[in-house]
């Protein structure tokens, strides 16, 4: 049974950090890509952040780089997004996700499609 176990959410002043991180069983984790999704009330769930699996291919939604840092640690099976600087439009449902580490994920890797699994979500409050 694959899992994915999001925790670090929390309540957090602007302009503080906080670390998520994603703990993954059940799968290959070294075999798969991983990204971070959120979602706000009201709005539909967007791209944060991905790894590719080796960790040295990144990506970033342009409003969070420079302030977020995705990471991955293979021999523990989690991936981690540190944010710093955070901004009450950063509230949302944080949530990872696993992208078996096919061709097109180059192509995919911003879009909910491109993801096989997901986690349940962590909740972030950024109080203004």
């Known amino acids: 049974q694959v899992q994915l176990v999001e925790s670090g959410g929390g309540l957090v002043q602007a302009g503080g950090s906080l670390t998520l991180s994603c703990t993954v069983s059940g799968l290959s984790f070294s075999r798969h890509n991983m990204g971070w999704f959120r979602q706000a009330p009201g709005t539909e769930r967007q791209f944060v952040a991905a790894v590719w699996v080796s960790g040295g291919k990144t990506r970033y939604r342009d409003s969070v780089k420079d302030r977020f840092t995705i990471s991955r640690d293979n021999a523990k099976n989690t991936v981690s997004l540190q944010m710093n600087s955070l901004k009450f439009e950063d509230t949302a449902v944080y949530y990872c996700?696993?992208?078996?580490?096919?061709?097109?994920?180059?192509?995919?890797?911003?879009?909910?499609?491109?993801?096989?699994?997901w986690g349940q979500g962590t909740q972030v409050t950024v109080s203004s």
């Open positions: 996700a696993a992208a078996l580490n096919r061709i097109d994920y180059n192509g995919y890797y911003y879009s909910e499609r491109g993801y096989d699994y």
